[in-house]
């Protein structure tokens, strides 16, 4: 089994910043791209960021300039430091994973979410 626990979310001022964390346990041999997801209310999941094993990055539109993706493999941990915080970047997050599990096979994980509110 393998487990996505994300942290840091909360309340902040438009204008403010804040860091969420995912981290993934259980059954890991390695694992491939990471990413950050979101979800507002009546709306589809979509994609804020995403990292690759080697770092490799993409962002959203709305997000590029203002949030940043890291990882550290090390700690099977993935950031996401949102700064310039608008009150359109309310919503849940969600962290996900293309895991190679112990037995070598892949799965694609996702966290239980995270909310993040932003007031204006």
């Known amino acids: 089994q393998v487990q996505l626990v994300e942290s840091g979310g909360g309340l902040v001022q438009a204008g403010g910043s804040l860091r969420v964390s995912c981290t993934a346990s259980?059954?890991?041999?390695?694992?491939?791209?990471m990413g950050w997801y979101r979800q507002a209310p009546g709306q589809q999941r979509e994609l804020v960021a995403g990292?690759?094993?080697?770092?490799?990055?993409n962002y959203a539109d709305s997000a590029r300039g203002r949030f940043t993706i890291s990882r550290d493999n090390a700690k099977n941990t993935v950031y996401l430091q949102m700064n310039s915080l608008k009150p359109e970047d309310t919503a849940v997050y969600y962290c996900?994973?293309?895991?190679?599990?112990?037995?070598?096979?892949?799965?694609?994980?996702w966290g239980q979410g995270t909310q993040v509110t932003v007031s204006s």
């Open positions: 259980g059954s890991i041999s390695s694992i491939d791209a």
């Open positions: 996900n994973a293309d895991v190679l599990k112990l037995g070598l096979q892949h799965g694609d994980y």
């Open positions: 990292i690759t094993s080697g770092s490799r990055t």
